[in-house]
Nanobody, 120 residues
Framework: QVHLVESGGGLVQPGGSLRLSCAAS????????MGWYRQAPGKQRELVAA???????NYADSVKGRFTISRDNAKNTVYLQMNSLTPEDTAVYYC??????????????WGQGTQVTVSS
């Protein structure tokens, strides 16, 4: 069983920054893709960013240039550095791990989600 635990969410003012972390259990971490999806109220869950086991990255157009995904295989952790946040970034952010993570498949594992609220 794979467990993903997110942390780092919270309330931030527009223009501010947050860093999300996702700690994964199990020895599969280094061989899987990881990523972050988000879901705002009344909207579908959408990809934010993904990173392969080799370190290749993929970003949603709305976050390119503002967000950075990275991973530390030694710590079994994936990070999402979020800068220049806007109210449109407000959502629950979910960590995902799986064979590819884009697109989502039944073989993916999900964290419980962490709330990010951007408001003045």
């Amino acid at each position: 069983q794979v467990h993903l635990v997110e942390s780092g969410g919270g309330l931030v003012q527009p223009g501010g920054s947050l860093r999300l972390s996702c700690a994964a259990s199990g020895s599969i971490f280094s061989g899987v893709a990881m990523g972050w999806y988000r879901q705002a109220p009344g909207k579908q869950r959408e990809l934010v960013a993904a990173i392969t086991s080799a370190g290749s990255t993929n970003y949603a157009d709305s976050v390119k240039g503002r967000f950075t995904i990275s991973r530390d295989n030694a710590k079994n952790t994936v990070y999402l550095q979020m800068n220049s946040l806007t109210p449109e970034d407000t959502a629950v952010y979910y960590c995902i791990a799986g064979p590819v993570v884009v697109p989502i498949s039944p073989y993916d594992y999900w964290g419980q989600g962490t709330q990010v609220t951007v408001s003045s």
